[in-house]
């Protein structure tokens, strides 16, 4: 598994944003993946998950609002962004868990403006 998040950018407060992560490997569909951000200044924390079975599980402060997804046919996990706040800024990143083994994907960054 390597993953790859991409989608980010600019929005004003209220917009809406698709982030994708694919992997370009090849077991893809045997692992838990997750989206974790990290603003400015702040630790890095618990976005959404989707597990093997494409059940899904989110932290309070994004429910109603974010979706997560995955297509084991397209190696490819999404996260869609709806109602962006300001505090929804921060670089998200992909993970990967299938253990023993864990892998980290680069980020992209989401800049929502009030």
């Known amino acids: 598994v390597q993953l790859q998040a991409s989608g980010g950018g600019s929005v004003q407060a209220g917009g809406s944003l698709e982030l994708s992560c694919i992997d370009s490997g090849r077991e893809f569909g045997a692992y838990t993946v997750s989206w974790f951000r990290r603003a400015p200044g702040k630790e890095r924390e618990f976005v959404a998950g989707?597990?093997?079975?494409?059940?899904?599980n989110y932290v309070d402060f994004v429910k109603g609002r974010f979706t997560a997804s995955r297509d084991n046919t397209k190696n490819t996990m999404y996260l869609q962004m709806d109602r962006l706040k300001p505090e929804d800024t921060a670089v998200y990143s992909c993970?990967?868990?299938?253990?023993?083994?864990?892998?980290w994907g680069k980020g992209t960054l989401v800049t929502v403006s009030s």
């Open positions: 993970y990967g868990i299938s253990p023993p083994a864990n892998i």
């Open positions: 989707v597990a093997i079975d494409g059940t899904t």
